[in-house]
């Protein structure tokens, strides 16, 4: 037995230390560079025979620490040639966390290539003397015909968030219908059937800052009559993207080329957020006060987990962070906090000069946590004597009384 246990002592001190040499390297790595390439665009999509084709690749830092120097290099393989040697290296410069570039690679399909899809591999690296990173995409040549009759109509276009702010991310979830409503079709005596073939279908930016993370769609298979499917895109939106409405381009490979379409889907890019406004004085009696302030959510869409938190030096507020919830476009939202003063307020018996009050309001826009501050409110702070303290109180009672009962809400929503 002692035997025993000193081998299965021996045996876990044994794992501890492998464990730990293993570990070591693998945890030197966590916050270094780490790179994502997605090929976002082809133009013309899909490729056609004997004819340029230009690929659109984005490349993003998913790492902790910033690429040095990041450079992308395109190995075509036949059918495809590069339009010159000296362009299938192209250097992007320093990439910080989170941060894409892209860039254009052009490319000619041989005239004796075959329809189909073909492979191309695309290398990164993140310093002048790291080691390549290699993955291979596939391109499709040319658009397969079919005989079938069916026709896919886009039906519907979801944005999520409705409107996006500068910097969001969200996605794009598109319908597509196979709008036929009969098994066959005679055509001039002979029958066809209405299925509909999505071949591909992919989503191109049209303006600047906006860009789609996804890769097309390929070979999404048979819609019968009135059959519906859903396609949802991932896209972000560039910090400087200009405000307003942006276009994007889905292209549908269908049946065959006459069944091929483009459709335009517009988002919306707004940074209208929520305001927060006194609707009372600021001002402490005795280093004391109810403060109340109107929140009103000036975005197109509704926010998600909405709350207030305010901040002035030397004052307390209760609640410390007022959490109002979901607010829909337009609402309007009453709060109160108490404030109480410390010592360093002057209740000398006049107004002391007063300090600096802020507000922020945290918001999600979608998936997208924002924060605004309102600042410089001036806040002040008066003593007041007990006796005209107590003839007030008289006052306030006599005017209570007066007001009737629905009107004591202290926590209401303005329509």
């Given at each position: 037995?002692?035997?025993i246990?000193?081998?299965?002592?021996?045996?876990?001190?044994?794992?501890?230390?492998?464990?730990?040499?293993?570990?070591?390297p693998?945890s030197?790595?966590?916050?270094?560079?780490?790179?994502?390439?997605?090929?976002?665009?082809?133009?013309?999509?899909p490729?056609?025979?004997?004819?340029?084709?230009?690929?659109?690749i984005?490349?993003?830092?998913?790492?902790?620490?910033?690429?040095?120097?990041?450079?992308?290099?395109?190995v075509?393989q036949?059918?495809?040639?590069?339009?010159?040697?000296?362009?299938?290296?192209?250097?992007?410069?320093?990439?910080?966390?989170?941060?894409?570039?892209?860039?254009e690679?052009?490319l000619?399909?041989?005239?004796?290539?075959q329809?189909?899809?073909?492979?191309?591999?695309?290398?990164?690296?993140?310093?002048?003397?790291?080691?390549?990173?290699?993955?291979?995409?596939?391109?499709?040549?040319?658009?397969?015909?079919?005989?079938s009759?069916?026709?896919?109509?886009?039906?519907?276009?979801?944005?999520?968030?409705?409107?996006?702010?500068?910097?969001?991310?969200?996605?794009?979830?598109?319908?597509?219908?196979?709008?036929?409503?009969?098994?066959?079709?005679?055509i001039?005596?002979?029958?066809?059937?209405?299925?509909?073939?999505?071949?591909?279908?992919?989503?191109?930016?049209?303006?600047?800052?906006?860009?789609?993370?996804?890769?097309?769609?390929?070979?999404?298979?048979?819609?019968?009559?009135?059959?519906?499917?859903?396609l949802?895109?991932?896209?972000?939106?560039a910090?400087?993207?200009?405000?307003?409405t942006?276009?994007?381009?889905l292209?549908?490979?269908?049946?065959?080329?006459?069944?091929?379409?483009?459709?335009?889907?517009?988002?919306?890019?707004?940074?209208?957020?929520?305001?927060?406004?006194p609707?009372?004085?600021?001002?402490?009696?005795?280093?004391?006060?109810?403060?109340?302030?109107?929140?009103?959510?000036?975005?197109p869409?509704?926010?998600?987990?909405?709350?207030?938190?305010?901040?002035?030096?030397?004052?307390?507020f209760?609640?410390?962070?007022?959490?109002i919830?979901?607010m829909?476009?337009?609402?309007?939202?009453?709060?109160?906090?108490?404030?109480m003063?410390?010592?360093?307020?002057?209740?000398?018996?006049?107004?002391?000069?007063?300090?600096?009050?802020?507000?922020?309001?945290?918001?999600?826009?979608?998936?997208?946590?924002?924060?605004?501050?309102v600042?410089?409110?001036?806040?002040?702070?008066?003593?007041?004597?007990?006796?005209?303290?107590?003839?007030?109180?008289?006052?306030?009672?006599?005017?209570?009384?007066?007001?009737?009962?629905?009107?004591?809400?202290?926590?209401?929503?303005?329509q």
């Amino acid at each position: 037995m002692e035997m025993i246990k000193k081998n299965v002592i021996a045996t876990f001190f044994s794992l501890l230390l492998i464990s730990y040499l293993f570990a070591a390297p693998a945890s030197a790595s966590v916050g270094g560079a780490n790179l994502k390439v997605t090929i976002i665009g082809t133009n013309p999509y899909p490729a056609k025979i004997g004819e340029y084709l230009t690929l659109t690749i984005q490349v993003e830092n998913i790492g902790g620490d910033k690429a040095d120097n990041v450079d992308i290099e395109i190995v075509p393989q036949y059918p495809f040639s590069l339009d010159s040697e000296a362009n299938a290296i192209q250097n992007v410069g320093v990439l910080n966390p989170g941060r894409t570039a892209t860039k254009e690679f052009h490319l000619f399909v041989d005239k004796n290539a075959q329809k189909g899809v073909r492979s191309i591999d695309i290398r990164t690296k993140t310093g002048r003397d790291n080691p390549w990173s290699e993955k291979s995409f596939d391109i499709r040549i040319g658009t397969e015909t079919f005989n079938s009759k069916g026709t896919v109509e886009l039906k519907e276009i979801v944005s999520d968030p409705k409107a996006f702010m500068p910097g969001d991310r969200g996605t794009i979830t598109v319908t597509l219908t196979n709008t036929a409503t009969t098994p066959t079709v005679t055509i001039d005596g002979s029958d066809f059937d209405t299925n509909a073939r999505i071949q591909a279908a992919v989503l191109r930016p049209l303006s600047e800052g906006i860009i789609v993370l996804d890769a097309p769609y390929e070979d999404m298979g048979l819609l019968g009559p009135g059959d519906s499917i859903k396609l949802t895109f991932n896209i972000k939106i560039a910090e400087d993207a200009a405000e307003g409405t942006h276009n994007l381009e889905l292209a549908i490979e269908g049946n065959s080329f006459d069944y091929n379409s483009r459709k335009n889907i517009p988002i919306k890019v707004d940074s209208s957020n929520i305001r927060v406004i006194p609707s009372k004085e600021l001002q402490l009696i005795n280093g004391q006060a109810t403060l109340e302030f109107d929140v009103a959510n000036t975005h197109p869409n509704g926010f998600n987990s909405v709350s207030i938190k305010p901040e002035a030096e030397g004052v307390k507020f209760y609640p410390a962070e007022y959490f109002i919830g979901p607010m829909n476009p337009d609402e309007l939202f009453t709060i109160e906090f108490d404030a109480m003063a410390d010592n360093s307020f002057s209740v000398d018996g006049e107004a002391s000069e007063g300090i600096n009050m802020s507000l922020t309001a945290n918001y999600s826009n979608g998936i997208n946590r924002h924060a605004n501050t309102v600042g410089n409110l001036n806040f002040t702070n008066a003593s007041e004597s007990p006796e005209s303290s107590s003839k007030a109180v008289l006052a306030g009672g006599l005017i209570i009384i007066s007001i009737p009962a629905a009107f004591l809400f202290y926590r209401r929503r303005k329509q």
